[in-house]
């Protein structure tokens, strides 16, 4: 068996006779790695007895739309230098209506560059073939004359083969429920039928020939490798006839196919050809001989991938006259604050995209001028995914929930409980980083008494937790429960105005770092600022504006 080195994807593969694929940021080569030995041993082990040597292997690689399959099986089959390497992009060639030309011309022109030797089918072969699967072309007969091959076998020839009085009668019986326009399209379909048998067993043969001829060639190694993307975006009706195509006439020893899919969506596929009440898992379990499931990427990292990071740059918007918050040092932080509150509310990856895109298109329809908290975006885009009525009920003021407490009392919920009772306490601890340059925010002669009272605030990251965030932010807007947000101004009448008094608490404060000073600047930064006067109204606007814009992939 053929060993291979760790796959390194630290850097993009600029290989001049390759597609360019950039540097992996999502840490997959492992798993190419840990599959590429798998496969070789399936496809072809030499301590197997000579009979057993090769073998044909379909892996269904799974993984949720969107979370980066075909970048895995790019950069996957660009590694394999050493081996036979085909990759075909089903939903690119769905159009054909084809499945078999899709891959047979796939196989042929990939393998020929590859190959010291002539790679070619017979024209007959490929022309008497119209890529039905014989399961799918059983299926159409039935469908056009209500019985299937073996009955019209029966049918059409019982008469000449003569037998037992009872089974000639019925065979003239049913014969004579058929009109000559059937029965000579039911001869046409079983020749069509025979043709198309005998061109895949040319093909079968040619393709074994082709493996053999492989593991004589100096510098590559068996099994060979086919590659199929993208079948969940293809039509119903094609996915389905490439399924069968693979089982039925690419089944050949020393091949291997791995088959990416978002397998969940593949059954739904399914079903919408045999219908709702068709077990789809147990049907594609005929086709695979196992699956594995790619890794829900680290969100930060995924972002940073799919994500217009140019809208959370400094420059931008400065450009444009519009302030976020958090400020962040680098896009990178602003979107990992991002993935904090997505990783929270347990959205998938093309959902997670989806909020990041519609965040990044209302930053961009910011007027000059304005401002926003993307935090509290992205936790109400959040809610409006998992629970739409919730969103409503926050968004509108709404929001009211309660319980049996001690003695039988009625006791309310606050929202900020609320929402924290469904959220693990791993990502209730999580932290969100906002840049906090006190000299900025402060004019000179507040920054005078800041530095006169022997408060030293650093310029740098400050933290609070997502259950700070929660609490002391998201639900002081959303939640008529909640204290205001100014929650470090005293109840005392001392004629101050808000931020005033928000200016006193950092000056005599002796915080300097951790969650409390943090708040504190936050406390400050909201009222000086004017965050504080972003409504749930101008909250629902961004919303209800951006949320139509579905995230479709990378084209």
């Not at 089918?121 to 799918?136: D, E, L, M, Q, T």
């Not at 004589?216 to 975006?233: N, T």
Request: proline share 3%; with cysteine; charged share 25%.
């Amino acid at each position: 068996m053929a060993d291979i080195n760790d796959f390194d994807w630290s850097t993009p593969s600029n290989r001049k006779i390759d597609e360019y694929v950039p540097a992996d940021k999502l840490d997959r080569a492992r798993y190419a790695t840990f599959l590429t030995r798998l496969l070789i041993q399936e496809g072809f082990d030499e301590n197997r007895p000579q009979e057993e040597q090769k073998r044909n292997y379909v892996l269904n690689l799974n993984a949720e739309w969107g979370a980066g399959k075909t970048y895995f099986l790019k950069r996957w089959s660009q590694e394999l230098k050493n081996f036979p390497v085909v990759y075909i992009d089903a939903w690119q060639q769905d159009y054909s209506d084809d499945p078999f030309l899709t891959v047979i011309a796939g196989i042929i022109k990939q393998l020929s560059a590859q190959a010291n030797f002539a790679i070619t089918i017979p024209n007959r072969a490929a022309s008497i073939f119209k890529a039905v699967a014989p399961a799918i072309a059983q299926g159409l007969t039935k469908k056009i004359t209500g019985i299937n091959l073996d009955e019209l076998n029966t049918l059409l020839f019982s008469d000449d083969e003569g037998g037992e009085t009872e089974n000639v009668e019925s065979s003239k019986q049913n014969s004579s429920a058929f009109s000559p326009a059937v029965k000579a399209l039911a001869q046409n379909l079983i020749k069509e039928h025979e043709a198309k048998s005998k061109s895949i067993e040319v093909i079968k043969s040619k393709l074994a020939y082709w493996v053999s001829k492989f593991e004589q060639q100096e510098g590559k190694k068996l099994p060979i490798f086919v590659f199929i993307d993208e079948l969940d975006r293809c039509r119903p009706s094609y996915a389905v006839e490439m399924l069968e195509t693979i089982k039925h006439i690419f089944d050949v020893k020393g091949i291997v196919f791995v088959v990416a899919t978002d397998t969940e969506q593949l059954q739904h596929t399914i079903k919408s050809v045999y219908g709702e009440g068709f077990d789809a898992k147990v049907y594609l379990g005929r086709f695979f001989n196992s699956r594995y499931s790619l890794k829900r990427p680290v969100l930060k990292d995924f972002l940073s991938v799919h994500s217009d990071m140019t809208k959370f740059e400094s420059a931008y918007l400065e450009s444009k006259n519009i302030e976020l918050l958090p400020r962040t040092g680098t896009p990178e932080i602003a979107l990992a604050n991002i993935s904090v509150v997505l990783d929270a509310f347990q959205v998938s990856a093309r959902t997670a995209i989806q909020i990041t895109e519609r965040i990044t298109a209302i930053i961009a329809n910011l007027p000059s001028g304005k401002k926003v908290d993307i935090l509290v975006l992205a936790t109400l885009f959040c809610i409006y995914e998992k629970d739409h009525p919730l969103y409503e009920e926050i968004i509108s003021g709404r929001f009211k929930r309660t319980e049996q407490g001690s003695e039988n009392k009625i006791i309310n919920i606050n929202l900020a409980d609320f929402l924290k009772r469904n959220i693990l306490e791993e990502h209730l601890s999580a932290e969100l980083t906002y840049f906090i340059d006190p000299q900025s925010y402060t004019n000179e002669s507040f920054h005078r008494r800041l530095t006169q009272k022997g408060s030293s605030y650093f310029v740098g990251d400050h933290t609070i937790s997502l259950s700070n965030f929660i609490e002391s932010i998201f639900c002081s807007i959303f939640d008529l429960q909640a204290s205001s947000l100014d929650f470090w101004i005293s109840d005392n009448d001392n004629g101050l105005n808000n931020l005033q008094e928000a200016e006193n608490n950092l000056v005599h404060s002796k915080l300097e770092v951790g969650q409390d000073a943090t708040l504190l600047w936050l406390n400050y930064i909201y009222i000086k600022d004017e965050y504080d006067k972003l409504s749930k109204e101008n909250y629902r606007e961004f919303v209800e504006l951006s949320s139509p814009l579905d995230y479709m992939g990378d084209n």
